[in-house]
């Protein structure tokens, strides 16, 4: 059981509970930083119902009851208590948190007792280095085709319903694919107009009010014209970085999803 000392003080407010705790935390010396993400470092994102996501990283040498508390959740906050070693490799490629990564991308260091060690493995976080972007796009584009390939071959063969469900599959490849051109970490659909509003792909057809409803057409139908369209822009995207190896190894398949 975690004591008392510890646990998170319920306030009147989210903020009250945030700075109770923080408190508390910063007097631990075990604590060695404190990080906040989710919808309250993305602004104009919090409702009345967000609370605070707090990464409470620990030393490797010094002991923590806080520890305990790791995933601790409640309506004000939810904590996620980890040691500096683990810190430095969750939501990095090939780890089974990888899907975490986006949580830095605009996460807020609130205590970093390190000398701005804690800043650093944080910034290396936020973008996709260039070797890692490269492999990326390679593996993302070609599940990407893949599944494109897969879904119009089935509407021209006269299962549209099958053909439905491997173009819902291609969206979150699309998305990988678009944003790792850029170096980006592909955000959380929650935050996906948010990030293309603020920061633009740099492409008209990836602006929000194009995408999306592109997007939400496969999703809801599959429609062929639509997929075709979007396969256009991420090739051109694609061939423009450097990944024709990838788009030519489907030789002729690829005049499946081209705009006839």
Excluded: C
Excluded at 82 to 95: K, Q, S, V
Excluded at 119 to 137: F, M, N, P, S, Y
């Amino acid at each position: 059981m975690v004591r008392d000392s510890y646990a998170p003080v319920p306030g009147r407010t989210p903020e009250e509970t945030l700075r109770d705790f923080t408190s508390r935390a910063t007097a631990d010396p075990g604590v060695v930083g404190l990080v906040l993400s989710g919808s309250r470092v993305h602004a104009g994102m919090p409702t009345v119902h967000s609370d605070y996501d707090l990464h409470v990283i620990l030393s490797d040498r010094h002991a923590s009851p806080i520890a305990e508390l790791d995933w601790f959740r409640s309506a004000h906050l939810d904590l996620v208590v980890i040691p500096l070693a683990e810190f430095r490799t969750r939501g990095m490629p090939g780890r089974p948190d990888s899907f975490a990564r986006y949580s830095y991308v605009h996460a807020e260091v609130l205590l970093d007792r390190l000398d701005g060690t804690i800043a650093r493995i944080l910034d290396e976080k936020r973008t996709l280095g260039a070797d890692e972007a490269q492999t990326a796009v390679d593996g993302r584009l070609d599940a990407y085709v893949n599944q494109t390939y897969r879904s119009l071959k089935s509407y021209r063969d006269g299962r549209p319903a099958l053909g439905h469900l491997d173009a819902a599959e291609s969206v979150p490849y699309a998305l990988e694919v678009l944003f790792a051109l850029h170096r980006r970490v592909r955000p959380y659909n929650k935050y996906l107009r948010w990030e293309l509003e603020r920061q633009p792909l740099g492409d008209p057809r990836w602006d929000a009010d194009r995408l999306l409803p592109a997007l939400r057409r496969i999703l809801a139908d599959g429609d062929p014209p639509t997929q075709r369209a979007l396969f256009t822009g991420i090739e051109e995207g694609a061939r423009r970085a450097g990944h024709d190896r990838v788009l030519d190894s489907w030789g002729e398949d690829l005049k499946l999803l081209r705009r006839s």
